[in-house]
């Protein structure tokens, strides 16, 4: 089941940005977002929970980013506010079936966790 990111584009430093990601089903366990800079690796960003929305990000968009799913529309977002050049990146979404493990709170940061990927979506921050 493909999933479809979309909303990227080019914005100013402050500015804000919300991409989504549907899919033809649940997006049970779990939904990433991950994104890859020019010339760098792709990097986790934010992930959330489906059943209970828990929410996991990686320490650079804390405060600034949200993720969040709608579970009626099998849709999933990520509100990016107060962008930065630093944000400048591809960002793809992506979904699992596969549950963590109780000893394994960082399962759902992994890339190798899960199991299926959206194409990306261009985000282009200028100073």
């Known amino acids: 089941v493909q999933l479809q990111a979309s909303g990227g584009g080019l914005v100013q430093a402050g500015d804000s940005l919300k991409l989504s990601c549907a899919a033809g089903?649940?997006?049970?366990?779990?939904a990433g977002w991950f994104r890859q800079a020019p010339g760098k690796e792709r990097e986790f960003v934010a992930s959330?929970?489906?059943?209970?929305?828990?929410?996991r990000y990686t320490d650079s968009v804390k405060g600034r980013f949200t993720v969040s799913r709608d579970t009626t529309t099998n849709t999933v977002y990520l509100q990016m506010n107060s962008l930065e050049p630093e944000d400048t990146a591809v960002y793809y979404c992506?979904?699992?079936?596969?549950?963590?493990?109780?000893?394994?709170?960082?399962?759902?940061?992994?890339?190798?966790?899960?199991?299926?990927w959206g194409q990306g979506t261009l985000v282009t921050v200028s100073s």
């Open positions: 089903r649940t997006f049970k366990n779990a």
């Open positions: 992506a979904a699992t079936g596969r549950g963590r493990a109780l000893n394994d709170p960082d399962f759902y940061t992994r890339e190798a966790s899960y199991d299926r």
């Open positions: 959330v929970t489906w059943t209970f929305g828990n929410t």
